[in-house]
Nanobody, 119 residues
């Protein structure tokens, strides 16, 4: 059973930085794409970034491009989201997710971690 556990959220001032971590277990992640999403109450969940576990190719939402960096540590089975130049509009619950390469939907989700950016 694939399990994803996020950590690293918190309160930060605008312009600051945070690094989120997603510890993955229970699967062979070489076949997976790992993603970060975020959600604000009352709004739909929004894609933030993704990375292919093998090869490390990445893709970002326009709203975070140039400010956020997704990476992975194969030895630790952990995916990171480094968030710099944070803005109040980045405030959300951030979720780690996983899907199989070539699959459409993200099938596995973490419990989420709150990020709050104060102005």
């Amino acid at each position: 059973q694939v399990q994803l556990v996020e950590s690293g959220g918190g309160l930060v001032q605008a312009g600051g930085s945070l690094r989120l971590s997603c510890a993955a277990s229970g699967g062979s992640f070489s076949r997976f794409v790992m993603g970060w999403f975020r959600q604000v109450p009352g709004k739909e969940r929004e894609f933030v970034a993704r990375i292919n576990w093998v090869g490390g190719s990445t893709y970002y939402a326009d709203s975070v491009k140039g400010r956020f960096t997704i990476s992975r540590d194969n030895a630790l089975n952990t995916v990171y989201l480094q968030m710099n130049s944070l803005k109040p509009e980045d405030t959300a619950v951030y979720y780690c997710a996983a899907r199989v390469v070539g699959g459409g939907n993200y099938n596995y989700w973490g419990q989420g971690t709150q990020v709050t950016v104060s102005s």
